[in-house]
C-alpha cells in the first residue's frame, strides 16, 4: 500500500500510451488531404510524415495496433499484480475466501473501464475534431515507433500469413468494395443529413456508371439525324438552324456509312479562299462497340478531347449515337440549355410514382427519377422498350405493362405516361 501512488501513476502512464496510439490512429486517418498537402508545399517535415503514414498505412496501423495491445496488456497486468492484493486484504472481512478472486475482477473491470473511456474513446473523440493538429504533432513518433516495431510487426505478419496460408485464404490482394456496399454508406450520410437528396442521387449513378453499357444511355438509330454528303452547304446551314446540334454524322447514302462528323464550328469559321465541300469539312468518325462501358468511354472522350461516338452493333452497322451529353447525363440527369424549349423537357413528374418522359428518353432515367427497375440490358430507350414489346414503332394509346409498371404513349405520339402499378391491398399477407 506504501507505494500505491506510484502504481497508479504507472497505470495512468500506460492508459496515456494507449491514448497517445489511438488519438493517432484517428487524426492520421481523418486528417484533411488538401491541408496537409498545403503543409507539404511550404516544406513541413511533419506534414512529409503524416502523408507517409497514410500512404503506407498497414505498417502504420500495424504499428497502432501493436502499441494499443502492449499498453493495455500492461496496464491490466499491473493492476492485477499490484492492486489486487491490498483489494483483497480490505475486502477478506466482508467475503472471507471470496475475496482474492472478487479483487481480481473489480480491478481489472476498473482499469477497463478507465482504459475505454481515457484510452480510446475520449482521444477518439479529440482527435475527430483536431485532426490536423493531432496527426502533425504524432506523426513524428510514430515514425520513429514504426520503425522501432517493425522486427516484431513483420513476425507477426509473416505468423498470420502462415496460417492464413494453412486455411487456404489468399494472403495477397485487396477486398474490392461493392456498389451495394457504397450506396449503403451513402443512405447513411443521407438518414444522417450529411448528404442532401440530389447529391446522393449523383453517387448512386457515379458508382454504376462504369458498369453500365453505352446501349443503354445512347440515341438508338432511328432518332439520328444526319445529313447526305451530296448536301450542299446552304442546305446543311439550313439544317444546322433547324436541330440546334452542334455535331451531325455525315453518310453516303444510309447511317451504315458515315463517312465522317460535321462539327457547326467549321461551318461557321472564316475561310480565305473558296468554299469548301461538306466534304472537306469532316472530322473523323469514333466507332465504339453497343457492349463499350461508359465508364471507359468517358475516359476515351477525356483522353481523345471527344464529344461524339457512333455506336455500332456486332454486324458493324450504325446501332445508335451517344455524345458527353448523353455520359454526363447519366450523372446529374437532363442538361437542358438555351435551346431547349420548355415543352422539350425529358422528364416532367406528375407524384411519386408517375411521370411523364419524352419517347426517347432513356431507361435509366425513368429508373432513376421514378425509382423503378426497368430493364436496359437490351434496349438504350422507351421507344426501344415499346419496339421490344409491340414489334413496331408505337402510336398514340399504346400501353405495355413491365415489371410492375404501367407505359402509355399520349395523344401526341411523342410522350408516354410512366405509372407504377401500386400493389393490390393485401398483397404479402399470410394466414
Not at 32 to 43: N, V
Request: glycine share 6%; charged share 25%; net charge negative.
Amino acid at each position: 500500500m506504501e507505494d500505491l501512488p506510484g502504481q497508479l501513476f504507472g497505470i495512468a502512464i500506460l492508459v496515456g500510451i494507449n491514448a497517445f496510439f489511438a488519438a493517432s490512429e484517428i487524426a492520421l486517418i481523418s486528417a484533411s488531404e488538401a491541408r496537409i498537402q498545403a503543409l507539404l508545399e511550404q516544406g513541413d517535415r511533419r506534414a512529409r510524415l503524416v502523408q507517409r503514414a497514410v500512404e503506407n498505412s498497414t505498417q502504420f496501423l500495424a504499428t497502432v495496433q501493436v502499441g494499443v495491445t502492449l499498453a493495455g496488456f500492461f496496464a491490466s497486468a499491473t493492476a492485477a499484480t499490484e492492486l489486487a492484493g491490498p483489494l483483497d486484504v480490505l475486502l477478506s472481512p466482508f467475503v472471507g475466501r471470496w475475496a482474492a478472486p472478487l479483487s481480481l475482477v473489480l480491478v481489472t473491470f476498473a482499469v477497463a473501464v478507465v482504459t475505454l473511456v481515457f484510452g480510446e474513446l475520449v482521444p477518439k473523440k479529440l482527435a475527430l475534431h483536431h485532426a490536423e493538429a493531432i496527426a502533425l504533432f504524432t506523426a513524428e513518433p510514430i515514425y520513429w515507433l514504426e520503425r522501432l516495431a517493425s522486427p516484431l510487426v513483420r513476425f507477426l505478419s509473416a505468423f498470420t500469413n502462415g496460417i492464413l496460408a494453412l486455411t487456404g485464404t489468399p494472403v495477397q490482394g485487396t477486398q474490392d468494395v461493392r456498389v451495394e456496399e457504397i450506396k449503403a454508406m451513402v443512405d447513411a450520410a443521407r438518414a444522417g443529413g450529411a448528404v442532401g437528396e440530389q447529391e446522393r442521387r449523383i453517387i448512386y449513378r457515379a458508382v454504376e456508371l462504369p458498369h453500365i453499357e453505352v446501349r443503354a444511355i445512347m440515341v438508338p438509330r432511328v432518332q439520328i439525324q444526319y445529313l447526305s454528303v451530296n448536301t450542299t452547304l446552304a442546305e446543311t446551314f439550313a439544317v444546322v438552324a433547324e436541330n440546334a446540334h452542334t455535331r451531325l454524322p455525315v453518310c453516303d447514302g444510309d447511317l451504315d456509312t458515315i463517312v465522317g462528323i460535321l462539327h457547326v464550328k467549321d461551318l461557321i469559321r472564316p475561310m480565305d479562299h473558296q468554299l469548301p465541300s461538306l466534304r472537306e469539312l469532316l472530322r473523323p468518325v469514333y466507332y465504339i462497340s453497343e457492349h463499350h462501358l461508359t465508364g471507359d468511354l468517358l475516359r476515351d472522350m477525356q483522353k481523345n478531347r471527344l464529344h461524339l461516338a457512333i455506336v455500332q452493333d456486332e454486324f458493324g452497322g450504325t446501332a445508335g449515337l451517344v455524345t458527353l451529353e448523353d455520359v454526363l447525363e447519366e450523372l446529374v440527369g437532363e442538361i437542358r440549355d438555351e435551346y431547349d424549349a420548355e415543352e422539350e423537357r425529358e422528364f416532367r413528374r406528375v407524384s411519386t410514382s408517375e411521370g411523364i418522359f419524352k419517347l426517347r428518353a432513356s431507361i435509366g432515367t425513368v429508373n432513376n427519377e421514378l425509382d423503378l427497375v426497368l430493364p436496359r440490358e437490351d434496349f438504350a430507350t422507351l421507344l426501344g422498350l415499346f419496339l421490344d414489346e409491340l414489334q413496331r414503332a408505337p402510336i398514340a394509346g399504346d400501353r405495355i405493362e413491365v415489371e410492375g409498371v404501367e407505359l402509355t404513349v399520349l395523344e401526341d405520339g411523342q410522350r408516354v405516361r410512366v405509372r407504377k402499378i401500386p400493389a393490390p391491398e393485401g398483397h404479402g399477407d399470410t394466414f
